[in-house]
T-cell receptor, first 112, second 110 residues
Framework: EPEVTQTPSHQVTQMGQEVILRCVPISNHLYFYWYRQILGQKVEFLVS????????KSEIFDDQFSVERPDGSNFTLKIRSTKLEDSAMYFC??????????FGPGTRLTVL | GQNIDQPTEMTATEGAIVQINCTYQ??????LFWYQQHAGEAPTFLSY????GLEEKGRFSSFLSRSKGYSYLLLKELQMKDSASYLCAVRDQRNTPLVFGKGTRLSVIA
């Protein structure tokens, strides 16, 4: 069964550094999403992406964040100048047009 | 605004049945989803309701009442491996992101 994959599984970085989180969505899916989950809190939407552009973004997704689909398979989330409060699990998800969103295994980001 | 409420924690006995409730207030409605999330892992899709009524899938069933803004997830023949958080999520328009509740942590005891 096709799956969303994410790398790395864990990322530790120093405050102020840039990180890139990578995702490979399910191959025939058209919609891509990034969510985050701070430890012990609910899953929160960051951004959705369709047809090579951002379709929607939340208040969390400020200028510190950017997304890219550099090729036909990868979908990346870049966080510039990381802050302590960026420590969280970051989940990538993908869906067909009106279908269920399937989540990747997540990247645990720790900012020191 | 959008608000999704579900109980924080529940405990049930192995082999029993448990019902996890979810109420929502959203500006629109285009589907309610239930996900299972084990600690430290990704949410895994369980069920989807867009019309009123009951959807059954093996040991799991989900019910929706749009007029009441209410859903429940029913788990039958509970197993220890069902101990997890159960997340209720609503999509308020086509192809918009999911809005999640805080999740219900279910503990299955022997």
């Amino acid at each position: 069964e096709p799956e969303v994959t994410q790398t790395p599984s864990h990322q530790v970085t120093q405050m102020g550094q840039e990180v890139i989180l990578r995702c490979v969505p399910i191959s025939n899916h058209l919609y891509f999403y990034w969510y985050r989950q701070i430890l012990g809190q609910k899953v929160e939407f960051l951004v959705s992406f369709y047809n090579n552009e951002i379709s929607e973004k939340s208040e969390i997704f400020d200028d510190q964040f950017s997304v890219e689909r550099p090729d036909g398979s990868n979908f990346t989330l870049k966080i510039r100048s990381t802050k302590l409060e960026d420590s969280a699990m970051y989940f990538c998800a993908s869906s067909e047009e009106l279908d269920t969103q399937y989540f990747g295994p997540g990247t645990r980001l720790t900012v020191l | 605004g959008q608000n999704i409420d579900q109980p924080t924690e529940m405990t049930a006995t192995e082999g029993a049945i448990v019902q996890i409730n979810c109420t929502y207030q959203t500006s629109g409605f285009n589907g309610l989803f239930w996900y299972q999330q084990h600690a430290g892992e990704a949410p895994t899709f369980l069920s989807y309701n867009v019309l009123d009524g009951l959807e059954e899938k093996g040991r799991f069933s989900s019910f929706l009442s749009r007029s009441k803004g209410y859903s429940y997830l029913l788990l039958k023949e509970l197993q220890m491996k069902d101990s997890a958080s159960y997340l209720c999520a609503v999509r308020d328009q086509r192809n918009t992101p999911l809005v999640f509740g805080k999740g219900t942590r279910l503990s299955v005891i022997a």
